[in-house]
């Protein structure tokens, strides 16, 4: 069995980060496993631009963003095994994975950084009525067909779900030939970025129907239409609203879901709405030594925040090689009104870093808000938000001198008020 | 005539929701904007509205298919699918660099168009 002192599990954006960070922090023996060919993980599909506008402070491409990221990486000598795919972690942390190279092989860490990322809802998870014809991908697959494969998958598209991959695939699929008809989203607003709304659909005029979803899928060997219809606020079709719409290709841009198999059967504990597990400030799982980053922690929005995260992670990785477990107390945060999660659900008191990030997202849209921090019955923190979104990923810096006054049980609370 | 004009600033992902006051076509204040970003951005797009392209072209001999490839700096929008157009049938040869010209000037707009991977020999 080899040992390892940081084993990091995926070399996307995340493990990379965390990597070097384990790396800056003197861990000379760190083993990244990635399971597909090269390094870089979901960036290298995403070929547009708006990726480390916060990170190198300009505008690159998904694989100009990882390709800065494998330079360092190869640049700092971190063994990479490639083709590798991670089949188990058991609780003592050995870590199990096959290739063709290489066979079975096992990994004794000290310290594991959980970096898989995520993977897209198909179209089981919704229970559209209709047959099951060729021409229904996810957004994210579709991407790849077009820019890994150079595939074109369809000519006439419709899009349900306005996510940013299926956003960010209208415009592609449009500049590549194909006719995209409209983006359904279900919900009265978008899931996606603002500017991807403006530059992927209101510049090439394609229409974006809030509160309307497919509630039928038409054809039986390959997609001939989608019957489209208006919801309710409940999400309810209202009758009397379908309308046929000819397509031969249909998007799925429906959401992201932690792949978190090998974290689960690993016993890791999992948050229930962000599906990714639960994590303390220092990233630590509710396994000692095992880390989590990145996607595969709670879906982001962008990149840089990844990196930055990941790096923390590493970083706590590194310090569990040489110091052990820094877990006492936990102060649990919880979710007040408008909050639908946070990272991290608890802070480590008496180890806590002068300032920690909290990231989170919102429940609706709430305009004119403010994001108060109350630490018992004492607010900590109040801040006015112009306009807040669930699409758009929030972060607030808690400073730890919040919790001088603090007495004995008292919790911490995150939550949007009126005034 | 003075009037307002929302915009949503596109050159990052915060996508800050602008204001732009404006009197017959003179952009007179813009607010909402933060960073200078912003105000750039109003500028050019109540003006001349400019967009980065991306794409992908097939290459020969790589270990991978297809190469990426962007437009270096941003070109007019009521040109980008012009840009693209001209891109059909192009077919690059392994290895190519990231940062590697590709088309010295795409269309006659003065920007380049450059590979934003490397694909190396197979």
Known sequence: ?419 | MKETKQLVCISCPMGCRLEVEMEDKTILQVSGNLCSRGIVYANKELTNPTRILTSILPIIGGVEEMVSVKSKTDIPKNRVFECVKSLKGLVLQAPIHVGDVIVKDLCGTGVSLVATKTVLKK
């Open chain 1, 1 to 419: 069995m080899r040992n390892v002192d940081v084993c990091i599990i995926g070399g996307g954006p995340a493990g990379l980060a965390a990597a070097l960070s384990a790396r800056k922090e003197g861990i000379e023996n760190i083993l990244i496993l990635e399971r597909e060919t090269f390094l870089g993980g979901i960036l290298n599909q995403c070929i547009h631009n708006g990726f480390g506008l916060h990170t190198f402070k300009e505008e690159l491409t998904g694989p100009e963003y990882a390709a800065r990221y494998v330079q360092m990486v190869e640049e700092a000598s971190i063994p990479v095994l490639l083709d590798t795919m991670v089949i188990d972690i058991s609780k003592d942390k050995v870590v199990t994975a096959i290739s063709p190279q290489a066979g079975l092989i096992q990994i004794q860490a000290i310290s594991i950084v959980l970096a898989m990322g995520c993977r897209e809802r198909p179209r089981g998870a919704l229970n559209i009525p209709g047959f099951r014809p060729s021409g229904i991908y996810s957004a994210g697959t579709a991407q790849r067909y077009v820019n890994i494969e150079g595939f074109l998958p369809g000519k006439e598209v419709v899009i349900l779900g306005s996510g940013d991959i299926g956003l960010i695939m209208a415009r592609r699929m449009t500049l590549e030939g194909a006719h995209v008809l409209m983006v359904c989203e279900i919900l009265p607003f978008s899931g996606g970025l603002k500017r991807n709304i403006v530059q992927c659909l209101d510049d090439f005029n394609i229409p974006l129907r809030l509160s309307h979803t497919i509630t039928k899928i038409h054809g039986k060997y390959r997609v001939e239409g989608v019957t489209v219809q208006q919801v309710s606020l409940d999400k309810t079709p209202i009758a009397g609203t379908e309308e046929f719409v000819a397509c031969d290709t249909i998007l799925l841009s429906v959401g992201l879901i932690p792949e978190n198999e090998l974290s689960r059967k690993a016993g890791l504990k999992i948050h229930t709405t962000t599906q990714g597990p639960l994590v303390n400030d220092r990233f630590e799982t509710s396994i000692p030594g095992v880390f989590a980053c990145g996607n595969v922690l709670h879906v982001h929005d962008l990149v840089d925040w990844v990196s930055q995260e990941a790096e923390f992670a590493g970083q706590f990785a590194a310090q569990f090689v040489k110091l052990g477990s820094q877990i006492s107390r936990l102060l649990p945060i919880v979710c007040g009104y408008g909050i639908r999660y946070t990272v991290p659900t608890t802070l480590c008191i008496d180890s806590m870093k002068t300032l920690t990030t909290v990231r989170f997202r919102v429940t609706d849209v709430f305009k004119d808000y403010y994001l108060d921090v109350f630490v018992g019955q004492v607010r900590v923190s109040h801040q006015k938000k112009r306009i807040v979104a669930p699409g758009e990923m929030e972060s607030i810096l808690f400073k730890k001198h919040w919790l001088d006054s603090k007495t004995e049980d008292e919790e911490i609370t995150i939550l949007l008020q009126k005034e």
